[in-house]
């Protein structure tokens, strides 16, 4: 008899004698019984489990029947305990097959599980079986499925895609939450990159990415029933659609010492250019088309879509009508503001 085995008896020992048999206070007949005799669980209880293996998915189910053979005790009832998972009827009669079922939902951590059946008359155990069930490992794409409408986003700040989390039906809870490492589940400032949502009677949850203003990736992620799922959405270069371009003062003497503040504004129609573009500065003598100067202080495009930088005439810049241009690499834009040389 193995130690998941027990079969208990109020008989006590002693030499043969006539007896109503009694295995486990199950009455079985009359006869003569040996109370030092030893009696097999397998004889009284069974217990079985179809199927005896089942995903770790949180909403799988194995069912259990213990039998009781033969019953001829009205009063005796059945306890069902698993070491994990959850069992529907913890406690039961037989039915007059001698026949009483429970059912097993897994939960979501793999491995062995060990089922128990205790028979009871009233609260005494009499009799008791236990049973093996394999949570097995279970792929999270069989619970929660992830896709996005669109992977590639312009990084504008403003474009967005639909991302969608399946739900497998079996899933009880229908709370999704879905987590961006970049972007946000948001317009504007701060960022929310962490969103609970409610699936709708398709299984389908949905939340709304919007890109950020700068170059990089997100790993989106949708979390339900213990399981996740994770997609990829790429932020692209949004490059600009226009330029202005602003130079203070106009007019600036030969010298090292003195400098115009420029700024060059982006602008693009829908959204914002993405930060760290590139503005390229120029300068040069409308006479000679000479270049000359030197542009100090350069900065790449910010938040607001303005690149600046400090033009230096020097002290040999040729003295007249010059101009500073300013252009966008990669793209046809270019813009270009008048200003004069005069003696120091």
Known sequence: ??????????????????????????????????????VEPSEILTLEASPAVIPADGFSTSQVTATLNPRSDQSLTVAFQASRGTVSVPQTSFDSAGRAVAVLQSDTRPGVIVVTAEVKRGETIVASRSINITFDTVAAGNVVRLSVVTSVLPADGASNTEVRAELNPGVASREVTFTTTDGSFSVGEPAVQSIPRTASEDGIARAILYAPQAVGSALVTATAGGFSAAAT????????????????????????????????????????????????????????????????????????????????????????PATIRARVPGTTLRKEVKIVITPP
């Open 1 to 38: 008899m193995s130690h998941h085995d027990r079969v208990t008896s109020a008989l006590g020992s002693g030499p043969p004698t006539c007896y109503l048999w009694v295995f486990a206070l199950v009455a079985l007949g009359a006869g003569c019984y040996d109370r030092n005799a030893v």
């Open 233 to 320: 959405v790429t932020f692209a270069v949004a490059p600009p659609d226009a330029l202005a371009l602003k130079v203070s003062p106009l007019s600036l003497p030969q010298s090292d010492a003195e400098s115009a503040a420029i700024v060059a504004t982006l602008s693009r129609t829908s959204g914002k250019v993405t930060v760290n573009t590139a503005v390229e500065f120029s300068a040069f003598n409308d006479d000679s088309g000479d270049a000359f100067g030197s542009f100090a202080d350069v900065l790449r495009s910010n938040a607001s879509e303005q690149a600046t930088a400090e033009f230096i005439p020097g002290s040999s810049a040729p003295l007249g």
